[in-house]
């Protein structure tokens, strides 16, 4: 059955220009990541194509096809996939190859709307994806690339205070530069102790992600944590 089942071409997707790009290290699943080019929205997408069959035998096929794919995938639900952005172009008609041939396709200006994301729950994919159709079972390869999105900064940007506290006996307050990061930003702020009367045995200022996908009822939550900062321990009020 094996054998039966075996691929009987190679198939492989080259992105132009990929040694001169920055590469991202994309997490594909819990125990895999991988190096994706980096894109950004309105940017082309090109390369090339390079269909083999296997020991040189002849190989018959109804249409050969790329596809530029975007999609939301659910973790929790396997079969749920939006495809936002699909775009599709005819590599060879039906026919038959003996030798490698090779495609170069170009996919121009593509309008990437949203930024490629890997989290917990779910995963917004941007891929080039190859089909060689054949009468009995398709071949089908798949390459990933990562898309950022870059914006102006907002004009209004302003200072984030707060206080939490304990009546009588702890008022903390707590002041952030600005409401509004990017990705590689610092995070700058303050923390005042107007009134520590308790003993703190431990305290820490934390970073957490929180993911929140698909609609009421049935919505998913999940945070995780990216760092954690020390600010004091065993301090004793006088």
Known sequence: MSLFWSTPLDIDIVLEDTDERAMVDVKMDKNRREKAPLYLDGESVKGAVTVRPKDGKRLEHTGIKVQFIGTIEMFFDRGTHHEFLSMQTELAAPGDLQHPQTFPFTFKNVEKPYESYSGINVRLRYFVRVTVSRRMQDVV???????????????TNSVIKMDVG???????????????????DVIVGRIYFLLVRLKIKHMELSIIRRETTGVPPNQYNESETLVRFEVCTAHVSL
């Open 141 to 155: 390869r798949e390459k990933d690339l990562w898309v950022y999105s870059y914006r102006m900064p907002p004009e």
């Open 166 to 184: 304990i009546e009588d006996c702890l008022h903390i307050e707590f002041e952030y530069s600005k409401s509004k990061y990017h990705l590689k």
